[in-house]
């Protein structure tokens, strides 16, 4: 995990929309992952990044595509699915 310095360089993601979409609850989805529930609540306010690997099992725990989660830009405020 990297920790960020200003918002100019921020990831943002939908770890947490995706992770309620599903029931599940931070320590639970830290659980599923290997990592420590504080770790999903750094990921989701964005005060850290996930390394490569940790994103890699987000999208493969959520079945979605790593820029399906990440981005450099922020995500509109609603996502509709097919």
Request: net charge neutral.
């Amino acid at each position: 995990m990297v920790e960020r310095s200003s918002r100019d360089d921020a990831v943002h993601n939908r770890i947490q929309g995706m992770r309620t979409e599903r029931g599940m609850s931070r320590q639970e989805l830290a659980q599923a992952l290997g990592v420590h529930y504080q770790t999903i609540g750094y990921l989701e306010r964005g005060e850290s990044a996930p390394s490569l690997h940790l994103a890699l099992r987000l999208a493969e725990l959520f079945g979605e595509p790593v820029e399906g989660i990440f981005s450099l830009h922020p995500f509109g405020r609603s996502v509709t699915r097919p």
